[in-house]
């Protein structure tokens, strides 16, 4: 079965500054995708990127970009310019097959702190 | 374009009691999911639908968990009898039809049920 270990419980930076996500899987597959999702005190999760395994480079979504490992199985999200908004719990997810069952990790709280 | 919507977002019971959720996914999404949060941890995916049909439930504790999804659009996700580590956030998600195209298709999510069981 795929797993997904996020070994950060809590992270804080600075507004402005620059942080980073960390975030390791398990699998026997080739093909799959990545993902980091952002949940705010609302609930509500929200799709931040994506990344999909067969592509070497890496995702870039304005101030987010992930380093994406495929060797290591390693998949960090890179958050620059922190601003107080970016202040929410972020997970990181592994994804089969198309539309299949989304499997996260146990995330990382993340603080902006002005 | 609408979201997807979930109800109640809060709900209280005493354990051995029932509840169900609903969920409404956003309009011509073919796949919807259920997942279970409990504090402090990642959300588990309990049972994904195609239109009307199960695809995965293979995490569903089918003893006291059921779920339907009739005419392909609303779904009802009901827990009986309620036991104490039920108690989560019941997210509902949906997406595009599920391995069209071989593009991973993003899962919209509702904003959550929260349940205690008490």
């Known amino acids: 079965a795929q797993t997904v270990t996020q070994s950060q419980p809590e992270m804080s930076v600075q507004e402005a500054e620059t942080v980073t996500l960390s975030c390791t899987y398990d699998t026997s597959e080739s093909d799959y995708y990545l993902f980091w999702y952002k949940q705010p005190p609302s609930r509500q999760m929200i799709l931040v990127i994506r990344q999909e395994a067969y592509k070497q480079q890496n995702a870039t979504e304005n101030r987010f970009s992930v380093n994406f490992q495929k060797a290591a199985k390693s998949f960090s999200l890179k958050i620059s310019d922190s601003q107080l908004g970016d202040a929410a719990m972020y997970f990181c997810?592994?994804?089969?097959?198309?539309?299949?069952?989304?499997?996260f990790g146990e995330g990382t709280q993340l603080t902006v702190n002005p | 374009e609408a979201g997807v919507a979930q109800s109640p977002r809060y709900k209280i019971i005493e354990k051995r009691q029932s509840v169900a959720f609903w969920c409404n996914p956003i309009s011509g999404h073919a796949t919807l999911y259920w997942y279970q949060q409990i504090l402090g941890q990642g959300p588990k995916l309990l049972i994904q639908?195609?239109?009307?049909?199960?695809?995965?439930d293979s995490q569903l504790p089918k003893d006291r968990f059921s779920a339907e999804r009739l005419k392909g659009v609303d779904s009802t996700l009901k827990i009986q009898p309620a036991k104490l580590e039920d108690s989560a956030v019941y997210l509902c998600a949906s997406s595009l039809e599920y391995l069209l195209a071989g593009e991973g298709y993003e899962q919209y999510f509702g904003p959550g049920t929260r349940l205690t069981v008490t």
């Open positions: 997810a592994y994804q089969e097959t198309s539309g299949s069952r989304l499997t």
């Open positions: 639908f195609q239109n009307n049909g199960v695809v995965d």
